[in-house]
């Protein structure tokens, strides 16, 4: 061997050819070493990148103010549409069927496209139509179907006329809703986009060039319901079938950008105009595959266009800050000039450019296949299509492999391949064992959280995610790493320190490979999400092999570590969007899954994404004790933080200006339950507690107290009541969170919903129809449950019937019943197929809830106390409801 130096030892050793003389026995140093404190260093440079992305994901262009339309007259000018988003905030909750909603919203609406049109160019022509539409549709969604029914919806219609109006017409459609839920102004969800509509009508009415294509807006008045005013649109407004394509806007957030997250489908023309004409990119085609998982508890008009209207479109959202979606604090405290003048500059470009466009005239004819998409950082917009993608992902993976080889193999004078796939499999080894072993500490760790009562400590305080899943995530795959070198690698390697490194950080190419190729041929486009990945260590070893820098002291090392800050920018920008998208969520997904263990997977993910190519590089280190000792150190503290004090509180008021709340629903009801012949059984009432995330129930037992809550499947109605009468307003949430029953005084319930049999009609031997008459016009719910032995074939809500819904042994079809403009009594018959011929007894039980949301003027005393029990930091949407059984 020889010394450092280069003079010759006078130890013998065993005589095997080496490719550096790097190495000192003596000291055991190479002179590839790098200081042990690079270790600590590489963790700085982690989190230096990712609060550089951090920064990218949330930084906004400035909003243009008035002053500034002598400069750009034709601009999206921010203020003004802060402005109207101001009035439409001041109202209030706005839930469909609401005086806010209905009057005020719809009011302001036209009186503002009003004064649009008086202020348009005169080469413009504007039609505005105020629909009310009445229908239905059967919605599946967690794999449980229901009856939508909607009667007196609103929407406001405006069309710009293009100037193919007369002889072909087509257009294309903008979609926002002014409805919100209850206890939420919705600035943002979704008043906000309305806003934005609006400032774009303006701008464009004012140009003197008409476009080629006319522009429909639709302002819609029941989305939150859910989707009922946009369905009345698309299959009952005349205008509809001019529709070519169309733009949603919506919000599962509060401010930050708008994310380009559905498109299509299977019309890569739009993501074209998208790359051409939006000045600040923000779209993934991963989160389209996410979403349409269904793994998001979610969902936007888009699907009521795609699925119903058939229609091509694209799909945007707000998520950022989604702890205030759909509380009190989605309010334009939190909606600065900055994100409406994003969103608006986006949609105006994205308006013009396909309003003039050629695809409108035949958008059949461009639909050819799906795209991947994405953006880096919002500097630049990557699309080609799905058959390209498989190319490049095909081309990336085994270029990253091969070539990397063949510059090791090149520079040993391919004397070594052996002991280069030995160490390549190694690495690859090591990277998968340290995948897995980090996995399933992360989830042990999400357990023991969960065990001692410290669920979702990181929920208000993301930084605790750091130390608490990303370090032991980290030190195990280190861990991992050093175990495998130990066991595999090894001890008389030809190879220089250097080279073996290098052979390692193929291994992870290997790795990422696999997952890229498996991904890409199950047909899913996100694996593009990890091409770039390997892209990125594909480019420095290709610069590395040019200017045969592999085996140099460091030289390679700078060029690797210079293409993985690139990688890291690409990866934590990933750990922001999940955590952003996903730690919210989990605020509102029930208590029956722990969301330690969902937050710890992606933690675990995301550190593997992010530092799969820096693990490997501990070898040069002199030492690995001081990185260990760190990352130890790091999760200790974290640990404790999370465990013993305040920091791990999950929740926070709005004192800091960053609400993080936990979410309530309260309902003070009232049951009445009538006998066959329509007498009075009984009756009862109390209040009905929601539990939404995994802390809930001692939040419910402390505001009950020194009452005892009883779970909804204990209470004494479960034993003979249709679906225990718990007055459901959402079959497809309450039926999979636990709810709690508090005995208390009656509300006070003025009007409701009643169903009255005017007409039981013999149809045949075994089919009897029922001729039922519902009263009273407010948001309600119905269940019908068939007797033993009966069946519900054909009713008039709809022309199909959803299949029965089972809960607490029970089946039973479930009716959403909306209602936006005070309407008539409805009439409904239902056919029944009894199995015994001629039957003269019951055949259904119905079970109609009325929910009066924003109803505070009625709550009583009781009512009210216990509403101030609950804490600051939480948010609570009080609603009164009456529940009535029947059987008929």
């Known amino acids: 061997m020889f010394q450092p130096t280069g003079h010759a030892s006078k130890q013998k050793h065993p005589k095997v050819k080496v490719l550096d003389p790097d190495i000192d026995y003596s000291k055991a140093k190479s002179v590839h070493s790098i200081s042990s404190w690079w270790g600590i ?62 009057v005020l919203a719809v009011d302001f609406l036209n009186r503002e496209i009003s004064y649009i049109d008086q202020l348009k160019n005169r080469n413009q022509q504007l039609v505005v139509q105020n629909q009310l539409v009445s229908g239905g549709y059967v919605g599946v969604y967690m794999n449980k179907s229901a009856a939508n029914v909607y009667r007196n919806v609103q929407n406001v219609v405006v069309k710009l006329v293009g100037r193919s109006e007369s002889s072909t017409r087509h257009a294309l459609l903008l979609n926002c809703h002014f409805d919100s839920v209850a206890g939420s102004p919705g600035a943002s969800d979704d008043s906000g986009s309305c806003a ?44 509809a079938a001019d529709v070519r394509a169309f733009i949603n806007l919506e919000s599962a957030g509060s401010g930050g950008k708008e994310m380009l997250f559905q498109s299509g489908p299977k019309h890569p023309w739009l993501i074209e105009a998208y790359a051409k004409a939006v000045p600040y990119p923000y779209a ?44 009190r604090y989605d309010s334009i405290d939190y909606i600065p000039l900055p994100v409406l003048q994003r969103t608006g500059d986006n949609i105006l470009a994205l308006t013009k450019t396909i309003a003039n466009g050629d695809e409108l005239a035949g958008t059949e004819r461009y639909a050819q296949g799906y795209m991947v998409f ?31 080889f063949l510059s090791l193999a090149r520079s040993t004078s391919g004397t070594h391949g052996k002991q280069i796939r030995s160490e390549t499999m190694t690495g690859f080894l090591a990277t998968f064992l340290g995948a897995g072993a980090s996995g399933v500490l992360c989830f042990f760790i999400g357990l023991q959280l969960d065990a001692i009562g410290r669920p979702m400590s990181w929920y208000s305080s993301t930084n605790l995610i750091l130390g608490v899943y990303c370090c032991p995530a980290l030190l195990c795959q280190c861990v991992v790493h050093l175990l495998c070198n130990r066991l595999f690698g090894s001890k008389t390697t030809p190879l220089s320190l250097a080279l073996k490194v290098q052979a390692r950080l193929n291994g992870v190419n290997l790795f990422w490979g696999m997952i890229t190729l498996g991904i890409t041929f199950t047909g899913y486009r996100l694996a593009y999400i990890f091409m770039v990945l390997i892209l990125c260590s594909l480019c420095s070893s290709i610069l590395v092999s040019m200017c045969g820098l592999q085996n140099s002291v460091h030289k390679w090392l700078i060029v690797h570590v210079l293409f993985q800050i690139v990688a890291l920018a690409w990866s934590t920008q990933f750990y922001h969007i999940l955590m952003n998208m996903f730690v919210p969520i989990t605020g509102r997904i029930g208590s029956s899954i722990n969301p330690d263990v969902i937050i710890g997977a992606l933690a675990t993910f995301a550190t593997l994404f992010s530092c799969s190519y820096l693990t490997p590089l501990l070898f040069l280190l002199k030492k690995t004790d001081k990185l260990i ?53 009984y009756s009862d009432s109390g209040f009905l507690l929601q539990e939404l995330d995994r802390n809930a129930r001692k939040t419910i037992e402390g505001i009950a107290m020194p009452d005892v809550v009883t779970p909804m499947r204990e209470i004494p109605a479960c034993e003979k009541e249709l679906f225990c009468a718990i007055p459901f307003y959402s079959i497809w949430h309450q039926v999979l969170f636990e709810n709690y029953w508090l005995p208390g005084p009656a509300p006070v319930v003025r009007q409701m919903v009643t169903i009255s049999l005017r007409e039981k009609e013999q149809l045949s031997d075994h089919e009897h129809r029922l001729h039922l008459v519902l009263k009273g016009s407010f948001q309600s719910s119905l269940i019908i449950g068939p007797k033993a032995g009966a069946t519900l074939k054909r009713w008039s809500l709809l022309s199909e019937v959803p299949a029965p819904i089972e809960f607490n042994g029970q089946r039973g079809h479930f009716v959403l019943l909306t209602a936006g403009v005070e309407s008539e009594p409805m009439n409904v018959t239902l056919d029944i197929r009894h199995e015994l011929k001629k039957y003269d007894g019951p055949l259904v039980d119905l079970l109609v809830t009325t929910t009066h949301w924003e109803y505070h ?32």
């Open 629 to 681: 000792g760190e990352l130890v150190a790091i999760t200790l503290i974290a640990m404790v933080l999370a465990s013993s004090t305040h920091v791990g509180f999950p929740y926070r008021d709005d004192a800091f200006k960053a609400p993080a709340v936990q979410r309530h629903y309260i309902t003070h009801t009232v049951r009445k339950f009538y006998d066959y012949n329509g007498g009075e059984r």
């Open 857 to 888: 003027k009625e709550h009583t005393p009781v009512f009210n106390r216990l509403l101030a029990r609950v804490p600051g930091w939480a948010h609570v949407v009080p609603s009164v409801a009456a529940v009535n059984s029947y059987t008929f």
């Open 196 to 239: 934005v509509m609006l400032e774009i009508l303006r701008v464009l009415s004012r140009q003197s060039d008409v476009n080629r294509y006319s522009i429909i807006f639709l302002f819609n008045g029941a989305e939150e319901t859910p989707l009922q005013a946009s369905h009345g649109f698309i299959t009952k407004h005349p205008w």
């Open 374 to 404: 994405y953006d880096f950082l919002g500097l630049f917009f990557v699309s080609y299509s799905a058959d390209v993608g498989l190319m490049i992902n095909l081309s990336v993976v085994l270029l990253s492999i091969i070539i990397p």
């Open 41 to 102: 260093g590489g963790i700085f440079i982690v989190l230096f990148v990712g609060n550089i992305t951090n920064y990218t994901n949330s930084h906004l262009p400035d909003g243009l103010r008035n002053a500034h339309l002598t400069h750009f007259p034709n601009a999206f000018i921010a203020e003004r549409a802060w402005k109207d988003l101001k009035i439409l905030n001041d109202f209030g909750p706005k839930p469909t069927g609401t005086y806010t909603n209905e």
């Open 284 to 327: 993934q085609a991963a989160a389209e595959e996410i979403f349409q998982s269904g793994v998001i508890p979610s969902d936007t008009d888009f699907r009521v266009f795609r699925d119903v209207g058939r229609i091509p479109g694209m799909d945007f959202a707000h998520t950022a800050n989604g702890y205030r979606y759909h509380t």
